[in-house]
């Protein structure tokens, strides 16, 4: 009886795999049904995303109610709950406002200018002939592809106040042209959060652009060029084709880069790292300051998580902004 | 537009998973044990840069280890040099991944309580306590290290800083005698800068918290005392802000310090490896710096050529004529908490901070050694560079920057280094120094600026 039993359901619980077994064809039935298929060939990259992404977001969450730290790794003190201080800590913090303050007006002076230039080149290269549109893209995407480390050392040792270029450079020039100021040995990286940035806006805007320049080349390919060619002929100028016409058609490309050097410029952290040096508190950005807080000595890892959680909610917002004009306008369709 | 859209996300998914994965990138894990085999190595993390003076003396450090510990004779000492900026990056590394730590750490004087409290240093105090040479550490140096009671390191050479000078600029512009008040010192900079146009007369970096504090301690004042077991800030009192005044118009008024100091350490701005003060001085850019004997070898370094005429004065108090207290630096010797060989670190520590072997190192590095007898005597009195250090280790303080939460207050928070760059940068001076006594009261007692 119990032989007969066992039997019996064995097929049911280890589905065989080969032969003309039944179990396999009710799987694939069952799969079919509940068109399980898609969910099956994504889960090995969700389950890859779970571990590295999710489980790594989730602790973060824990710890930013934790005051979980050096200590309580090392096992001397033990991992409290304290509710939202590390968040109040924050908020009252007035050097937290300032790195914030630091990181917008960044923002919203780099992306403008990288759009700028990377419309400017990007025209240009429409204009240019094969082989000089050739050999200005491969020059722009050289910069675009220098490391961001080997790029801001560059720019350290450029604007270093013992020897930089720069400084040689301003130091010989009249002084009705760059002001009286002693540039010779002038320290841009630690003469205010101004001088620091202003550095920091020409790497970052330098190695930006030639992605803005590249992605509208493509966009300015794929307009038709009788429409630009009877705008001309009705007489308009080239500002007046760009407005009317290029602009409103390479929207949806110049939104994706909108958001994107957003999300970007708000997020620097390699050049400023490098060019700022952690001790300049108000030169900080909001990524540098969270750095600080949570690997400074002695880390906290709780108010890191904290910080981490309310920049990544400031980004949400930008993306969520970015998705509703998607839907919006179609693209996503 | 697919594509873009992804892109977007991905942009968010890996700034998220950027922070959080570092965040997030401290497992645990804490081997224990204690083996009574004889190690294979002891790994000893040293600060600073490798000099070949040192590399000499630990070498003879670690044949008498092996002849005076016969079980260790198969023992590899291995020195690890770890730049001073990165001492934190490094043991908090260490201590997290609970990997690729030490046997035994050197620390500056100031990190000691706050590593300790942070769980990073084994308990020492029997081993202390039995060793027949710890009852002749300076007492007060060995309090440093010890933390509720508990002993977590050895003090093992300490130092003040000082002025460093040249005496053929001083001759050549007329200065008889080194400064020993404010107006003086200020007096004989410009009286420099006269002498030998394009040079600046005395460099005052910023970032120089170990600097500034001999100014305020030089006019009566106190970065912090302690009253009924709290920490009261007296950074605006009017004597701790005459120092502050004084050493923010070397560069406001005086113009004896250049621009380019300004948000910089005395070696630079953080974690550079040239163009600091240091640079200058050794390369005579700079007429007087300041910073404690242990410069010399990297000073050297940079250039040797007015080597021969380099010499030290304490820093001046602001009335004179005794010099300003000077923060008594130094470095100490702990074990690490996670090291699988403790008794072993131990025994090698004893040989590398006996009284002799002390006494050798900190007489080559320019140190003074921990030890009562050895300081006695007047052995520094004949070193024109080492006789100024020596007369300013007479007049030391450490307090506050020994208290638990100084590394918070100094390091993550930079409450004086902040202070003092945004007074040199024109910021209101009442309100600024305020400021910072508010957050530095703050931070000493809770941990935290707010």
Partial sequence: ?333 | MTFTRSAAALGVAVALAGTAAGIAGCGSSSPSSSASSAPAKLVVWRMGGSVPSQVTWMNGVVGQFHKQYPQYSKTKVVVDWIPWGNRTTDWTNALTSGKGGPDITELGNTDTPGVASQGALANITSSVHSWSNGSQIIPGNLANDTVNGKVYAVPWFGGVRGIWYNKNQFAAAGITSPPTTWAQLVSDAKALMRKYPGTYGLGAPSDYTNAIVSFIWGAGGQVAVQQNGKWVAELNSPQSQAGIKFYADLYLTNHVSPAKYIGETELGTVGATSGGSNEDFALGKLDMYIDGPWAQSQLAAVSTKNESQWASFPIPSENGPNPAPAFAGGSDLGVWVNSTYKTAAFDLIKVMDSPANATTFANSQGFFPEFTSALSGGAYSGSAIMSGFAKAAAYTQISPLNSKNWATADATDNIIPDMMKALMQGANFTATVNKANTEMQNVLNTGSES
């Fill in chain 1, 1 to 333: 009886m119990a032989q007969s039993i066992r039997s019996d359901h064995a097929p049911r619980s280890v589905p065989r795999l080969s032969g003309p077994g039944t179990a396999r064809e009710r799987l694939g039935t069952f799969v079919r049904r509940h068109k399980l298929a898609p969910y099956l060939l994504l889960a090995p990259a969700l389950i890859g995303i779970a571990l590295v992404l999710l489980w790594p977001l989730a602790q973060v969450a824990i710890y930013s109610f934790q005051n979980y730290g050096l200590a309580q790794i090392t096992g001397v003190l033990p991992a409290q709950w304290v509710g939202f201080a590390n968040f109040s800590t924050t908020f009252t913090d007035p050097e937290f406002w300032l790195s914030l303050r630091n990181s917008l007006l960044f923002a919203i002076v780099a992306v403008p200018l990288t759009l700028l230039v990377g419309t400017i080149v990007g025209l240009l290269l429409n204009r240019l002939g094969k082989k000089m549109s050739i050999f200005v893209s491969t020059a722009a995407l050289l910069a675009w592809a220098t490391p961001p480390v080997s790029a801001s050392v560059l720019f350290y040792w450029m604007f270093n106040p013992d020897g930089g270029i720069v400084d040689w450079a301003l130091a010989r020039m009249p002084h009705w042209l760059v002001g009286g100021t002693d540039w010779a040995g002038y320290n841009w990286a630690t003469n205010g959060p101004v001088q620091a940035y202003t550095m920091i806006a020409i790497l970052v805007v330098w190695q930006a652009f030639p992605f803005v320049a590249v992605t509208l080349l493509a966009g300015l390919k794929t307009i038709p060029a009788e429409l630009t060619e009877a705008a001309r002929v009705d007489g308009a100028s080239p500002w007046r084709v760009f407005r009317r016409i290029t602009f409103p058609l390479l929207k949806p490309i110049y939104l994706v880069l909108l958001l994107l050097s957003v999300i970007w410029d708000f997020n620097i952290f390699t050049q400023s790292y490098i060019i700022i040096s952690l001790g300049n508190q108000n030169e900080y950005n909001l990524s540098m300051y969270i750095y600080d807080k949570a690997f400074g000595f002695p880390p906290s890892y709780g108010l890191g998580g904290a910080l981490a959680l309310i920049f990544a909610l400031i980004l949400l917002v930008v993306t969520v902004g970015y998705v509703r004009a998607s839907i919006r306008q179609g693209a996503l369709t």
